[in-house]
């Protein structure tokens, strides 16, 4: 047999997208092509069509493809469903200001001008997004790609909406609903971003119409108070007892409203009474439901005071109105004080525009029935999270469920399918656009301006994807699918609604399971933003290190349950997997020369052929394990452990005694167990680093399929043998410490000297003797005997349970010196050690330093205490030697 040689130099440009795209081509990522029986499915969270792929899309998308993989090579038929979110709020807004770079606003044109401006911004996105997916080599099925406006999952859209109204879920009323006056639209509550401020408590006269007193009513917002309708106290606070009911005059207007007693008054906040603005406010708003008081919203839809105020405040923003009423205050003898406030204080979540309590007619989705029967599934078991610690925020979510508000005053998104009659008012609801009233026959009928909040298409994105409501061969197949892999901020934003609207409309939970992935930062903890200027671009990565390397970085780190912390230096460690991969299988493929493989079953295998696949074995079955639990992290680091330390650290280094035998049946049976194990290898790899396994796969004698048509390696759990693996342990530590203990002398690897062993057990003993050469070579001794005893004058001395070992002293090491050198070392270290747990031992560090410091000082400890226990061993073992 002649060698096969790889490229000297692992370069994955060289063939990363060529084997992406011939397997894409020959429809390999279709399930189509399988004829299993067995299917798993998985629909990708739809990227929003406003951007580019950051690297949180790079982990979801890696975990999700290496799940896919996997499945699809464990004989599944394999759907992975990739598709994009027309994000609707997002998407306008940033076709908003590119309009105003221009001079314009969406007003200056239509709404069909706007529309086909918005369609090129959203091509232009989805592009550059499939580009982006393809280039770290998702295995979706892009001939099932799905869009959240396309034609199809509009006619899903359009069926939700009337079949909730029909069964008298969807109604419209008004209500008080965050509103965000740049976007010009209500916001859900889960739309709205909270974040500290610093503001102001101002305390404010209301004067008794009696002229008899005033009460002082403290507020944040005294701007609102044009929009008071009653001052509120609690019913048992003894001040205002005899109040209740007493007319005041409003300050800066010509109304006067009256104290109404509320037990939601905080008796403690303030001055105890506080002013109820029934429409700006929801407190306020559902204390004048209880008071039947009047509800006068002051805000015009951009966020300036409307006619409702006084002549002088009208057109003025909240922030000037808020400066010249106090200043108003002032003049009229109404201000009494103010001091300074930290308080919460809600922003869009696209604009960061401050958030507007509004009082607006809406259009509302009752969601508490379907809210018991999501969180009935969860306690059935017919989903499950994983970690399972997100139950509780599930639970939390459909447990203080409040009714969900759709309609959003844009222009982009799926339109509300409901018409006005403008002759008799009728309101029709319906899947298709009707051309007369149904009630006066009139033609004159206008469509509802608003659209869907673009959750309302996302949440049927499991079923809708697959044809619904339309019964295809997809849905039929695909659904429901089994999994989904997403971020832990939408889990009521998307992972509630669609098993909501899952089990509302098709009977079932649109997914079992439930992976709930980590959050990627920087190495200082932060989020990953463009305002802190930390971000990595995955595609920059993948031009530097190749999708492999930055996917099974990925893979390797991402914990359940703990966030991930990397930079672009980071990816080095996935690039070394790669390379190591490339070069171990380069060093195999050019020792073929002059040798015949041999069927790996007819070989009578040694104690180290037993080891290895042992060692695969167990591998393949902790792999499987890791799965089942979704524990991608595990499987990955159990892939690293073998191919580097088990295969490539210890099997191929004795292999290459083999190898170098006079017997040419060993050297033929040696190489056939090697490639036989690369061959597995590269299979069991393949999820993980699919692109660098193909590729050398490709040039194995006798590879006829690509790897990803073959079946995943499935652990022989017989072929597991406890026996051999702690017979190569033992070897292995007996190496280790032999090193060791040349270390401790200060000897390099090129000094050679003598060492003793000795070992317990026949069959032990047997074996680390016939390993003598072996570990002469690996620990670089001029020599090696076995004996009883290991310890002797002259040597130092280690040794475990079934075990001695010892290294002779050369005459010119000075172990005083050495000791003292070691000593060094340990107080240095020893330092290090309680400088850390001091921080660690101090609650004012835990509390107020940042995640990453702590995790930091956390590191330094445990490495001080790693080295102080290797540095205490080679001290005692001199000292030892020494007396």
Not at 392 to 402: A, D, F, G, L, V
Not at 439 to 455: A, I, M, Y
Request: glycine share 4%; proline share 4%.
């Amino acid at each position: 047999m002649k060698n096969i040689e790889l490229s000297k130099v692992y370069s994955p440009k060289d063939f990363e997208e060529r084997i992406y795209k011939k397997l894409l081509n020959e429809g390999y990522y279709n399930p189509d092509n399988s004829n299993s029986d067995k299917t798993f499915s998985v629909v990708m969270p739809p990227p929003n069509v406003t951007g580019i792929l950051h690297m949180g899309h790079a982990l979801n998308n890696t975990l999700q493809d290496i799940i896919v993989r996997y499945k699809r090579s464990t004989g599944y038929k394999t759907l992975w469903l990739p598709g994009t979110d027309h994000a609707g709020i997002a998407t306008q807004h940033v076709v908003e200001c590119a309009l105003e770079k221009e001079g314009k606003k969406r007003r200056d044109m239509s709404r069909e001008e706007f529309l086909e401006r918005t369609w090129l911004v959203k091509d232009k996105h989805h592009d550059i997004i499939k580009r982006q997916l393809e280039t770290i080599a998702c295995s979706c099925d892009w001939s099932r790609e799905r869009f959240t406006m396309d034609e199809k999952l509009q006619d899903a859209v359009k069926e939700c909406f009337v079949t909730l109204y029909e069964r008298g879920l969807i109604y419209k009323g008004e209500y008080l609903v965050n509103y965000c006056p740049h976007c010009g639209t209500a916001l859900s509550d889960d739309e709205v971003d909270y974040s500290s401020e610093d503001s102001f408590l101002w305390n404010i006269k209301y004067p008794f119409s009696d002229k008899s007193g005033y009460v002082v009513v403290a507020t944040t917002r005294p701007e609102t108070m044009f929009g008071d309708t009653a001052v509120a106290v609690h019913p048992d606070d003894e001040r205002y007892k005899d109040l209740i009911g007493k007319e005041i005059d409003l300050p800066l207007t010509n109304r006067k409203i009256k104290i109404v007693a509320d037990s939601f008054v905080d008796m403690t906040f303030g001055s105890g009474a506080v002013k109820i603005t029934p429409a700006h406010d929801i407190h306020d708003y559902e204390c004048a439901g209880r008071h039947n008081l009047e509800k006068i919203n002051i805000l015009n839809p951009d966020g300036t005071l409307n006619n409702a105020v006084p002549e002088e405040f009208r057109n003025l923003s909240v922030t000037e109105a808020r400066k010249k009423t106090v200043e108003k205050l002032k003049e009229g003898g109404f201000y009494i004080s103010e001091t300074p406030l930290t308080h919460e204080v809600g922003h869009c979540y696209r604009c960061s525009t401050l958030i507007e309590p509004y009082l607006s007619k809406q259009w509302f989705v009752k969601m508490d029935g379907m809210a018991e029967k999501a969180l009935k599934a969860l306690e059935e078991g017919k989903i499950r999270f994983y970690p399972e610690k997100w139950e509780s925020t599930y639970i939390h979510w459909m447990k203080n469920i409040r009714p969900w508000c759709i309609s959003r005053q844009l222009w982009w998104g799926h339109r509300i399918p409901v018409w006005t009659c403008s002759e008799c008012g009728h309101v029709i609801v319906s899947k298709d656009e009707p051309h007369k009233c149904p009630k006066c026959s009139s033609e004159n009928l206008k469509q509802d301006e608003d659209v869907l909040d673009t959750w309302f298409s996302s949440w049927l994105w499991p079923f809708s994807t697959l044809g619904w409501p339309e019964k295809t061969a997809d849905l039929k197949t695909f659904y429901p699918t089994n999994a989904l892999i997403t971020a832990y901020d939408i889990i009521f934003f998307w992972v509630a609604r669609m098993i909501m609207a899952g089990l509302e409309f098709t009977g079932e939970v649109p997914f079992k399971d439930i992976y709930i992935t980590s959050l990627v930062r920087d190495k200082k903890g932060r989020k990953m933003s463009k305002s802190l200027g930390n971000g990595i671009d995955p595609i920059e990565i993948v031009n530097e290190y190749g999708s492999d390397a930055m996917k099974f970085t990925l893979a390797y780190m991402a914990s359940q349950g703990q966030d991930i912390q990397i930079d672009k230096d980071s990816f080095k460690f996935g690039s070394k997997f790669a390379n190591k991969v490339w070069n171990a299988s380069r060093y195999l493929l050019m020792n073929l020369e002059g040798r015949t493989l041999v069927d790996v079953n007819s070989i009578k295998l040694n104690t180290w052929g037993k080891w290895i696949y042992s060692r695969l074995n167990k591998t393949l079955k902790e792999i499987s394990d890791s799965f089942e639990q979704y524990k991608i992290n595990d499987a990955a680091a159990a892939v690293y452990d073998f191919f580097w330390n088990d295969f490539c650290a210890v099997y191929i280094e004795r292999a290459k005694l083999f190898l170098s035998s006079e017997d040419q049946n060993v050297q033929n049976e040696t190489i056939s167990i090697l490639l036989d194990i690369l061959s597995k290898s590269l299979l069991m790899m393949n999820p993980f680093i699919p692109l660098v396994t193909e590729e050398i796969y490709s040039n194995l004698p006798h590879s006829e399929k690509p790897l990803i048509a073959l079946s995943y390696p499935t652990p022989d759990l017989n072929a597991i043998s406890d026996k051999d693996e702690a017979k190569v342990e033992l070897v292995k530590k007996i190496l280790r410490d032999l090193r060791s203990l040349k270390i401790t002398l200060g000897l390099t690897d090129s000094y050679k000297t003598d060492a003793i062993v000795s070992a317990t057990g026949d069959e032990f003993i047997e074996f680390v003797k016939n390993e003598g050469e072996y570990i002469k070579t690996g620990a670089a001794l001029s020599s090696i005997e076995f004996s009883d005893r290991a310890k002797r004058d002259g040597y130092i001395f280690t040794g475990s349970y079934g075990y001695e070992c010892s290294v002779k002293v050369p005459f010119d090491v000075d172990i005083t010196a050495r000791l003292k050198r070691i000593k060094k070392d340990i107080d240095k270290n020893n330092t290090l050690l309680s400088e850390a747990e001091k921080k660690l031992s101090s609650d004012e560090f835990i509390n107020k330093a940042s995640e990453n410091a702590v995790q930091k000082e956390r590191n330094k400890r445990e490495e001080a205490e790693e080295t102080l226990k290797k540095l205490n061993e080679s001290y005692e073992i001199l000292l030892s030697w020494e007396k």
